[in-house]
């Protein structure tokens, strides 16, 4: 990764505000319903498009699923410096907490391609870790 990439990358912060949602969920299927709101920031100095997706969801059993696609929820959002995307998504898991990370590949509109980073953040019952 070359100075310029790093840049870029630093300038994108990841939020991510997960809850559980106890009316989709079935317990007794091993079916824990999350759903996720993300806001994607741009710090930076140059307008960036988030062109691809890639997550790591693994469950309290550290069963892994890898899911990789284009954009989020059917779009591929072009965000300005000083502007947030927000956007709204879910996760099924089969135990009661799990854990979600990844990034997104994102273009400048430089050209230059870079990695915004999506650290980890938990799925959590509520109630799970009394």
């Not at 990358?9 to 079935?26: A, T």
């Not at 062109?51 to 309290?60: C, E, F, N, Q």
């Not at 059917?74 to 009661?96: F, N, V």
């Amino acid at each position: 990764m070359n100075s310029q990439q790093l840049a870029l990358q630093q300038s994108i912060r990841v939020d991510v505000h997960p809850r559980y949602l106890p009316e989709q969920s079935n317990p007794d299927e091993a079916e824990y319903t999350f759903a996720y709101t993300v806001d994607i920031s741009n710090h930076g100095d140059e307008t960036v498009q988030l062109l691809a997706r890639h997550w790591v969801i693994a469950d309290g059993n550290n069963h892994i699923r890898e899911i990789h696609g284009e954009g989020v929820v059917g779009d591929q959002p072009h965000i300005a410096p000083g502007e947030t995307y927000r956007y709204h998504s879910g996760a099924i898991l089969a135990t009661k907490t799990g854990t979600m990370e990844g990034s997104y590949k994102m273009r400048a509109d430089s050209g230059l391609d870079f990695e915004a980073i999506i650290e980890t953040f938990g799925l959590i019952h509520p109630g799970s870790l009394q």
